[in-house]
């Protein structure tokens, strides 16, 4: 059975460090063992079990895995900062968790959802457009830098 890092869990259960800790002295994280490096929590599936307490309020944490859709956005910026150059930097961004990828085009065979918020200020880079694909799809990209014909 794979086992997790109380940072690991801590990410998986969307809770803190020093909260699980307080699960783990309560006897409340089953199977949770120690060794010389710290505490081991072991997933059963692909997640850390917490037994539910006797008193108070229903615990808020993560029970499954959640997965990020891979997102699709025009970065506004980019083509800002084009309109002033010779060589003309690919615009589209692709976002899978973290990492950003970008081209000047893509394709891809799937489902696909296409969200407008007006408000966003946080998310993808504050874009108010963009797209969302499973993240299971494959997609094909396609980089270039452009030359303007002046």
Not at 49 to 63: A, C, D, L, N
Not at 71 to 82: F, G, M, T
Request: aromatic letters at 6%; glycine letters at 6%; hydrophobic letters at 30%.
């Amino acid at each position: 059975m794979k086992s997790v890092s109380i940072a690991e869990a801590s990410t998986l259960l969307e809770i803190s460090r020093q909260r699980i800790q307080q699960l783990i002295w309560a006897k409340r994280v089953k199977g949770a063992y120690k060794t010389k490096k710290g505490w081991q929590i072991p997933l059963y599936g692909e997640m850390p079990r917490i037994i539910r307490g006797k008193r108070g309020k229903k615990g808020t944490w993560r029970v499954k895995r959640s997965e990020k859709p891979t997102i699709i956005h025009v970065n506004k910026h980019k083509i800002a900062a084009n309109h002033h150059k010779e060589i003309k930097e690919p615009v589209i961004a692709l976002r899978r968790g973290s990492k950003v990828t970008y081209c000047s085009e893509l394709s891809f065979e799937g489902k696909c959802k296409i969200v407008y918020r007006p408000d966003n200020k946080k998310l993808n880079g504050g874009a108010k457009v963009w797209i969302e694909v499973d993240s299971s799809t494959e997609i094909n990209l396609k980089s270039k830098k452009y030359l303007t014909d002046s």
